[in-house]
């Protein structure tokens, strides 16, 4: 078994990289165990944030969700889990002495410019005044997001693999 695999990349070489370079040649890998630890961090994000819209609206929490949840979805889209996604490296640091298992990159980047679009969307849903609309993409978000921490299931990513046509990318590969 290669160091690869044994690493668990918890910082990416170089930093800026959007994951690891695989020692058998092919590509750039990313620790799906950190990923859907950071889909569980984001999940109950998305949940408390529903709550707090319904129970008291008033405190506009996609004031400062939605924003983050952009800012997060960009960075790692940029450059993965780390050093510049906060719930990435939340993910990272939950999952630091778990076995990683190791997926190719280009569907989780796909996935997560999808999420930041969603995010885009929640935020302008509420700033136009429409909170039930913004609730609704909310509910979208957790519902993705518990797919993925608890199933393990990325519906971004099987949108990749269609779309793509990544035979790498399919369930049950890798």
């Not at 008291?56 to 940029?78: H, K, N, Q, T």
């Not at 410019?113 to 849903?125: Q, R």
């Not at 005044?129 to 909310?138: D, E, S, T």
């Amino acid at each position: 078994m290669s160091e690869f695999y044994k690493y668990n990349g918890f910082l990416t070489t170089p930093w800026w990289a959007m994951g690891q370079k695989d020692s058998i040649g092919s590509g750039m890998m990313i620790n799906e165990t950190a990923t859907r630890a950071r889909a569980g961090i984001l999940n109950i994000l998305s949940s408390v944030t529903i709550f707090i819209m319904l129970a008291w609206p008033e405190l506009d929490p996609i004031r400062y969700v939605g924003p983050f949840v952009i800012f997060d979805m960009l960075a790692a889209a940029s450059f993965g889990l780390t050093p510049f996604s906060p719930a990435g490296i939340a993910g990272s640091l939950i999952s630091f002495r778990l076995k990683p298992a190791w997926k190719p990159t280009s569907p989780k980047r796909f996935a997560w410019i999808l999420g930041a679009v969603l995010g885009v969307c929640c935020t302008a849903f509420w700033w136009f005044g429409m909170n039930n609309a913004a609730i609704a993409v909310l509910s979208i978000c957790f519902i993705l997001t518990w797919l993925e921490a608890v199933l393990g299931f990325c519906v971004g990513c099987w949108m990749h693999s269609l779309l793509f046509k990544c035979e790498a990318c399919s369930p049950g590969k890798q």
